[in-house]
C-alpha cells in the first residue's frame, strides 16, 4: 500500500460508514468501480471492527503489567553468581532485585542485588555503580557493607552485600515494646550512621524504618542507598543536586524533595526527624496513604504536623494501647526537637545531623535542648545575614561556583538597565562560558566549569583581555543558548564556550571562540587529553588556550606565562572536584577537607589557597557555629596573594576580608593600589567603594559605585548592587532604587526598599510591603509591627529580639530601625558596637532621618564624636 | 528560544523523538519512564486487571516530577507527553524483544525458577511487536495518524490533547483513529 491508496481506502472507508449497513457493499461497488482489490482493503477494515477489541483497546498499564510486570523471579537467568548460589529473592525495587544467596565455599548468608534491565539506560546503570561505589565508601558498623561486586555475561551488573536479618525500625519497636530511652538509642544509632555517610560526602536521601533494619542483637543497619548522592564530585549534574526522578518515598520525604528543589543534608535531618516522630507517637505525621501524588506534595509543603505529644496521644486512644509513658516537659523536648528536624524551612532545620545526635544527648543527660522554639527566630537572622553578607562582599568574589547564587538564595532579576544607556565595554572584554558534556560520562560533569574556570583564569593572565567573572558566566549553561544574545547580556565582545566528549581513556575538548557582533565563529581547535591525568588537561589547554585562543581574542603579544601551575595531581584533581561542591555549610565543610589536603599536596598552588580562603570566609561568615576559622582564612589568603599577586580576585577578596576585620587603613591601601593596577575591573571599584563606605566617605564611594555601574552596565557581578546603602546613606534615594532593584524580588530588596521609602517620609507606602518577605536581620519585622500600630510592648518585644552581628554595617541598619521605632536607648548601644566594629558611620550619623529621634538623646553626643573620631583616623591614617 | 506553554514545539513528522534534548537527558528520560512503567505494571499486578492507572495520570506524574528538573524547564506539558508517549512504545518494544527471545532460549538463558512457572500469555509480547511494525508502515504512510495513535495509545493523551498536538480538529482525530484501528488490528492480525 502507499499513501495514495491509504488516502483512498480511507475515505471509501468514511463515506461506506455514513451510509446503513446494507447500502455498503453497492456503494463501494460503484464508488470504486468494481475494483476487488480495492474494495477488498476497505470490507477488511468494517470487518475488524466487528472482530471486537485488540491490543489497541487495551490499557497500555494492562500491557505494561504482562510484559515487565512480571515476577523478578522468573527473569533471573542464572543462579550462580561466582561463589554465590542463589536461594530465594528478598526483594525488589524500581532499580533492581535482591537475592538471598550463600556463598557455597564459606556457607555465610549474603544479600545480592542486581540491576533489572540493565539494558535500559546507561544512567540506570550508572545510578546502579553509583550506589556500589557509595557502599565500597563507607565502611560503617551502621551500614550495611559490600563484599563483592562483578556482572553478568550478559551485561547485567550485581553486587553482594552484608545479609541483614532483622526488622524494620519502626515494627521492631512495637514488637518490643520499647521504651521511650531504648527507642531514642535506636534512633540515635541511626543518625550515627547518617552523620558518618555525610561525613563522607553522601546523602542517603530515601530514609525510611523500612531501610532500617534492626537485627536480633539490637544492632541497626542502614540499607539501600541507590538513590544517594555524592556531595562533591557528580554534584555538578542539575539533575543530581536535585530531587532526581525516582519517585522517592513521599511519606519521609522532606518539602524541598517533593518540589524539586536542591536537596543537602537538611534532607536526610528532615526525614529522620519524621522516623523519630514515627517512632514516638506511633504514627506518620501526615496521612497521605490514599492522596495522589500531588496532594501528598501540597501536605507536606504545606500543612503543619500535629505535635507528636498530640498525635502519641490520639494514636493511643484510637487503638485503645497506652502511649508512651513520659513527663509533660520530657514530651515538651522531644516535641521541639521533632519538629526543629522537619520544620519545611531546610534553613530553619538542625543543620546538621550532628546538631540532632547532640540534642537527643542533651535529651539522654536531662539538659536542655540547644533547639528551642524561640531560637527558631535566631536562626534564621543568623540566615538572612548571610545574604546581606554575600550581596556586599560577594561583588569582590569571583565565585567558582555558579552554586553561590542558589545558596544565599538571591533572588536575580535584571534591574533598571533600561534606564541607563549601556556602555560599550571597554578593552576586549571575554565571557567563557561553561563547557557542554557531549558523552555520556558524568563523573566528568564538573569539567563543564572547572574548564570554563581554567580557561578564564589562563585568559585573565594575558594582559590586554577583560574576562568576566565567572559568577556571571556560569549560569549560562543550557546547551541550545542563543550565544550572541548571553554575549550581549554581558558585554562581551566575544564569547569562549566548548564541549568536552570521553571517549575511552582520552577527553577530546573543543573549543570556539565567538565573536559577538557578527555571531560567527572567530576560531575552532581540538585538544586530546588523557582523562585520567588533570595536571597534563589543564597544561594543554593552558597552551592551547594561550598559544592559539588568545590571539584571536585579541591579546596580541601571546604574553609570558604567568598562570599558576599545579604540581600535584591528587591535588589538583581535588582543586577541580570542590569548585563543584556547594556553597551550604555541611558541603562547604567537606570543600575545605578536600582543599586543605590540596594545598597539603601541593603548596604552590595559588587558586587551591584562594578557593580555601574562600571556603573558610563563607563559612565564617555564613554558617552556625563555626568561628574561630579566622585565622585559617588570613593565613590562606596570605599564601595566596603571594604566589599569585596579579589576581584581581585574590586582591579584592583580601580587601574585604581586611574591612571586615576592622582594618580599613590598610584595606584602602591595598584597594588603592587594585584601582591602579586593573583600572576597568567592575570588582575592584567595588572594592574600594566598600572601604570608603566602612569609612563613612560616602561622597568617593558613591563615585567609584558609578565607575563600577558604568564600566558594566549590567552590573551583574552580584555584590555592586549592595552600592544601595552608600546611596542610601548619603540621601540619593532614586539613585539608591537604581541598585535595589538589580535584585528586585529579593528579600534583602525588599526590606532596603522599606528603608528607602521611610527614609523618604512614604510610610502608607513602606508599610504595605509584605512582613513575608522581608529579611530577618536588622528589625524589620519590628518595623513592619510599628508601622502597624501594634501596641507598644509589641514593639519593645520584637526590639528586643534585634542583636548585634558581626557585620558593622547590618548593625547600622538595626540601630536605625530601633531609633525610629522609638527605641532610643536600644539604638545608641547598638551604634555604639557599630562604631567599635570600624563602620564610622559619619556623617550618616548627623544627616540619617531614621536617627532623628536620637540626636537629642543624651547618649548621642558621645556616639557622634566616636563616629567622628573613626572617621577622622581613617582620614589621618590615609594621609600619612 | 523555547519558552514553558509554548504550543507544538515539535513538528507531528519529527520523529526523532526529542528535538532539543540531549542524549543524557533522554537517557534520564527513559529511566524515568521505565520505573513509572514498573510502577504500573506493579499495580496492575498486585490488583484487579481491569482497575489500573491509566496512562494519563501516569505520564502527567511522570511531567510533575520532571517538570521541574532543569532538562525540561523549556518543554511544554504536551512536548513532554508526546516525548514520554514514544519512550513508552520503545521501551515496551525492547522489553517484549528481550523477553521474546529468553523465552525461546537464548544463548545462556537456564531459567530459575522458585515457585512460579511462567504462564504469561506470549501473544502480548508478539502484539506489541506487531504494532511496533505496523506503526512504522503507517508513519510512511501517514504520519500524523502514527502519531496520533503513539500518543493515544502509549502516551494516554486524550482526544482533546492529540487534537491539540496534532493541530487538527477532535473530529479528525476520532475519525482518524476507527479507520487507523481498524487498519492495525488488522495488521496484528495478519503480521507474521
Known amino acids: 500500500m502507499d499513501a495514495e491508496r491509504w488516502e483512498r481506502v480511507q475515505s471509501l472507508f468514511h463515506a461506506a460508514a455514513d451510509r446503513p449497513e446494507p447500502e455498503r457493499l453497492p456503494f463501494l461497488r460503484t464508488a470504486t468501480n468494481n475494483d476487488e482489490a480495492l474494495m477488498a482493503d476497505v470490507l477488511a477494515l468494517f470487518e475488524e471492527e466487528q472482530r471486537g477489541p485488540s491490543l489497541l483497546d487495551r490499557d497500555v498499564a494492562q500491557v505494561a503489567g504482562q510484559i515487565i510486570g512480571r515476577a523478578a523471579t522468573t527473569e533471573l537467568p542464572f543462579r550462580e553468581f561466582g561463589p554465590y548460589r542463589v536461594r530465594e529473592m528478598l526483594g525488589e525495587g524500581g532499580m533492581g532485585v535482591v537475592y538471598l544467596a550463600e556463598r557455597q565455599d564459606l556457607s555465610s548468608l549474603v544479600a545480592i542485588k542486581i540491576l533489572r534491565d540493565a539494558w535500559l539506560s546507561p544512567a540506570r546503570r550508572e545510578r546502579f555503580a553509583n550506589e556500589q561505589r557509595t557502599l565500597a565508601q563507607l565502611n560503617h558498623p551502621s551500614i550495611a557493607r559490600l563484599y563483592d561486586a562483578d556482572t553478568l555475561p550478559d551485561g547485567t551488573p550485581w553486587f553482594v552485600m552484608e545479609y541483614v536479618d532483622g526488622l524494620p525500625l519502626t515494627e521492631y519497636c512495637s514488637r518490643h515494646n520499647c521504651t521511650v530511652e531504648e527507642r531514642l538509642k535506636l534512633f540515635r544509632a541511626v543518625s550515627e550512621a547518617v552523620q558518618y555517610a555525610h561525613e563522607n560526602t553522601v546523602i542517603h536521601r530515601d530514609l525510611k524504618p523500612s531501610n532500617i533494619l534492626v537485627k536480633g542483637d539490637g544492632s541497626v543497619r542502614l540499607l539501600d542507598f541507590g538513590i544517594a548522592k555524592q556531595l562533591d564530585p557528580l554534584g555538578m549534574s542539575m539533575d543530581q543536586t536535585r530531587t532526581g526522578m525516582r519517585l522517592m518515598t513521599p511519606a519521609y520525604a522532606a518539602p524541598e524533595q517533593m518540589r524539586g528543589d536542591r536537596v543537602g543534608v537538611q534532607t536526610d535531618v528532615y526525614s529522620l526527624g519524621v522516623i523519630l516522630y514515627e517512632m514516638l507517637a506511633g504514627r506518620l505525621p501526615f496521612d497521605i496513604s490514599n492522596k495522589t501524588l500531588v496532594d501528598a506534595a501540597m501536605t507536606i509543603t504545606t500543612e503543619a504536623p500535629a505535635k507528636p505529644s498530640t498525635a502519641a496521644r490520639e494514636t493511643a486512644s484510637q487503638k485503645g494501647t497506652r502511649a508512651l509513658a513520659l513527663s509533660t516537659a520530657a514530651w515538651a523536648d522531644l516535641d521541639v526537637l521533632c519538629l526543629t528536624a522537619m520544620h519545611k524551612d531546610s534553613k530553619r532545620r538542625y543543620q546538621s545531623v550532628e546538631a540532632v545526635l547532640r540534642d537527643i544527648d542533651h535529651y539522654l543527660k536531662g539538659q536542655p535542648l540547644e533547639a528551642r522554639p524561640d531560637s527558631l527566630l535566631y536562626t534564621t537572622g543568623k540566615f538572612m545575614r548571610r545574604n546581606w553578607r554575600a550581596v556586599s562582599a560577594a561583588a569582590v568574589i569571583i565565585a567558582l561556583s555558579a552554586g553561590l547564587a542558589v545558596v544565599v538564595g538571591l533572588v536575580v532579576t535584571r534591574g533598571p538597565s533600561n534606564k541607563v544607556a549601556p556602555v560599550k565595554p571597554r578593552g576586549r572584554t571575554v565571557a567563557v562560558l561553561p563547557f557542554q558534556n557531549g558523552g555520556s560520562d558524568h563523573s566528568l560533569d564538573f569539567l563543564s566549569l572547572a574548564l570554563a574556570d581554567e580557561i578564564a583564569t589562563t585568559l585573565s593572565h594575558t594582559r590586554s583581555l577583560s574576562v568576566r567573572p565567572f559568577a556571571t558566566t556560569s549560569k549560562y549553561i543550557q546547551a541550545d543558548l542563543d550565544l550572541q544574545k548571553a554575549g550581549r547580556e554581558m558585554g562581551a565582545a566575544s564569547i569562549v564556550t566548548g564541549r568536552f566528549v570521553r571517549s575511552g581513556q582520552q577527553v577530546q575538548i573543543t573549543l570556539e571562540a565567538v565573536d559577538v557582533e557578527s555571531n560567527r565563529s572567530l576560531w575552532r581547535g581540538t585538544v586530546n587529553v588523557p582523562a585520567e591525568n588533570m595536571i597534563e588537561m589543564q597544561g594543554q589547554l593552558a597552551a592551547r588556550t594561550r598559544g592559539a585562543l588568545a590571539p584571536v581574542l585579541g591579546s596580541p603579544e601571546s604574553a609570558v606565562d604567568t598562570t599558576p601551575k599545579p604540581k600535584n595531581e591528587e591535588a589538583y584533581d581535588l582543586f577541580l572536584r570542590s569548585t563543584a561542591v556547594s556553597h551550604d555549610p555541611e558541603p562547604a565543610r567537606q570543600a575545605i577537607a578536600m582543599l586543605e589536603r590540596a594545598v597539603g599536596l601541593d603548596p604552590t598552588y595559588a587558586p587551591a589557597w584562594f578557593s580555601l580562603a574562600r571556603r573558610y570566609y563563607e563559612i565564617d561568615h555564613f554558617a552556625k557555629g563555626s568561628h574561630g576559622k579566622i585565622e585559617r582564612y588570613n593565613a590562606a589568603m596570605a599564601r595566596a596573594a603571594s604566589l599569585d599577586p596579579n589576581s584581581i580576585a585574590t586582591g579584592a577578596q583580601l580587601v574585604t576580608g581586611r574591612v571586615e576585620q576592622g582594618e580599613l587603613t590598610q584595606a584602602y591601601q591595598q584597594a588603592v593600589d587594585l584601582v591602579r593596577r586593573h583600572p576597568d575591573s567592575v570588582d575592584v571599584h567595588f572594592t574600594l567603594s566598600y572601604v570608603l563606605r566602612y569609612a563613612g566617605l560616602l561622597d568617593e564611594s558613591a563615585k567609584e559605585c558609578n565607575q563600577a555601574f558604568m564600566l558594566d552596565a549590567q552590573t551583574q557581578t552580584a555584590g555592586v548592587r549592595s552600592c544601595a546603602v552608600v546611596f542610601i546613606l548619603n540621601g540619593d534615594h532614586r539613585r539608591a532604587m537604581d541598585f535595589v532593584n538589580l535584585d528586585l524580588g529579593s528579600e534583602w530588596a525588599t526590606g532596603l526598599t522599606i528603608d528607602v521609602l521611610l527614609r523618604q517620609g512614604k510610610v502608607a507606602e513602606a508599610s504595605q510591603l509584605g512582613s513575608d518577605h522581608t529579611p530577618e536581620w536588622g528589625g524589620y519585622d519590628m518595623l513592619l509591627a510599628y508601622l502597624q500600630r501594634k501596641p507598644s510592648p509589641e514593639i519593645a518585644r520584637l526590639a528586643r529580639t534585634v542583636r548585634a552581628g558581626d557585620d558593622p554595617e547590618v548593625n547600622y541598619f538595626s540601630a536605625a530601625h530601633l531609633a525610629y521605632c522609638g527605641q532610643p536607648s536600644a539604638a545608641l548601644e547598638m551604634l555604639k558596637q557599630v562604631i567599635q566594629g570600624s563602620y564610622c558611620s559619619y556623617p550618616a550619623i548627623e544627616s540619617d532621618p531614621m536617627l532623628a529621634s536620637l540626636r537629642n538623646q543624651p547618649g548621642f553626643a558621645e556616639v557622634r564624636t566616636a563616629a567622628m573620631a573613626c572617621r577622622n583616623n581613617f582620614l589621618a591614617d590615609r594621609r600619612r | ?192
Open chain 2, 1 to 192: 528560544m523555547r519558552k514553558r506553554g509554548d504550543k507544538n514545539v515539535i513538528p507531528v513528522e519529527s520523529l526523532p523523538i526529542a528535538p532539543g534534548l540531549d542524549r543524557a537527558q533522554l537517557n534520564h528520560l527513559f529511566s524515568a519512564t521505565y520505573e513509572e512503567l514498573r510502577r504500573l505494571a506493579a499495580t496492575v499486578k498486585s490488583t484487579d486487571p481491569s482497575a489500573t492507572l491509566n496512562p494519563t495520570a501516569l505520564v502527567h506524574e511522570a511531567w510533575l516530577k520532571m517538570a521541574s528538573s532543569p532538562a525540561f524547564v523549556s518543554t511544554s506539558r504536551l512536548h513532554f507527553k508526546r516525548i514520554a508517549a514514544r519512550a513508552m512504545r520503545q521501551l515496551l518494544v525492547e522489553a517484549a524483544r528481550r523477553r521474546g527471545s529468553q523465552k525461546r532460549g537464548g544463548p545462556q538463558a537456564v531459567f530459575v525458577t522458585f515457585d512460579e512457572a511462567f504462564d504469561q500469555p506470549v501473544s502480548c509480547e508478539r502484539d506489541v511487536l506487531k504494532l511496533d511494525a505496523a506503526l512504522d508502515e503507517l508513519a510512511r504512510l501517514n504520519p500524523r495518524q502514527a502519531a496520533m495513535v503513539e500518543s493515544r495509545f502509549f502516551g494516554g493523551l486524550d482526544v482533546n490533547e492529540t487534537a491539540e498536538l496534532l493541530e487538527v480538529s477532535e473530529a479528525t482525530i476520532l475519525r482518524d483513529w476507527r479507520a487507523v484501528k481498524a487498519w492495525l488490528s488488522h495488521e496484528l492480525r495478519q503480521g507474521g
